[in-house]
């Protein structure tokens, strides 16, 4: 079964630091992957996918996300953190057949000022 | 532009009782799903339409039923509720399920507590 693992519950770093949110996806076809972060109490928003072609894709409020096939991973990255980008990431693929998007478990990202 | 509108926003049942969350998108889109969030486990697919008149189930389908009479409406039926179906629940609509095309827009989510 397709799948997308986030392994880290939390992720803490101070504000004007890098951050990385990490995914990995299993192998099963040709992945198509999405990042969609959660704000309090909203419902999920798009912040970028990769379908085919540049390894390193780039999304909404800076952020950008690098495709790695032989680790077999998407990890979400942002040079310079803000306290605003807490939240809460979601990884997602969506499969070869046009099927609806599977989400990994998600990661809380806290920023402190 | 409304989006993707659910309602209502939170809802308490008791163990039995049955109720409707509805969906409805403004953005003439063809495909509709309802999802469970639930701590630790993500997003959960419940069912899903490809169109009017057409529905599927999705991962975690039981207990949950649905309906599509129009393109805009998209109904999630709890026939019987039990405290297990405690959880957040998100519609989300996309125009197209293109392999890697499929962008999701959700609405804000209903907050249902099962006692």
């Known amino acids: 079964a397709q799948s997308v693992a986030q392994p880290e519950d939390q992720v803490n770093v101070a504000e004007g630091n890098p951050l990385t949110v990490k995914c990995t996806y299993s192998v099963s076809g040709n992945p198509y992957l999405f990042w969609y972060v959660q704000y309090p109490n909203r419902g999920l928003q798009f912040l970028l996918k990769?379908?085919?072609?540049?390894?390193l894709v780039k999304g909404s409020y800076g952020f950008e996300a690098e495709f790695n096939k032989s680790q077999t991973s998407f990890h979400l990255k942002k040079p310079s953190a803000l306290v605003s980008d807490s939240a809460l990431y979601f990884c997602?693929?969506?499969?070869?057949?046009?099927?609806?998007?599977?989400f990994g478990g998600g990661t809380r990202l806290m920023v402190k000022p | 532009n409304a989006g993707v509108t659910q309602t209502p926003k939170f809802q308490v049942l008791k163990t039995g009782q049955s109720m409707t969350l509805q969906c409805a998108q403004d953005?003439?889109?063809?495909?509709m799903s309802w999802y469970r969030q639930d701590p630790g486990m993500g997003l959960r697919l419940i069912h899903y339409s490809v169109g009017a008149g057409i529905t599927d189930q999705g991962e975690v389908p039981n207990g949950y039923n649905v309906s599509r009479s129009t393109t805009e409406d998209f109904p999630l039926r709890l026939l019987s509720a039990a405290p297990s179906q405690t959880s957040v629940y998100f519609c989300?609509?996309?125009?197209?399920?293109?392999?890697?095309?499929?962008?999701?827009?959700f609405g804000e989510g209903s907050r249902l507590t099962v006692l």
């Open positions: 990769y379908i085919t072609g540049d390894n």
């Open positions: 989300a609509s996309s125009l197209t399920l293109t392999p890697g095309g499929g962008e999701l827009f």
């Open positions: 997602a693929r969506q499969g070869d057949a046009g099927n609806m998007l599977t």
């Open positions: 953005m003439n889109h063809e495909y």
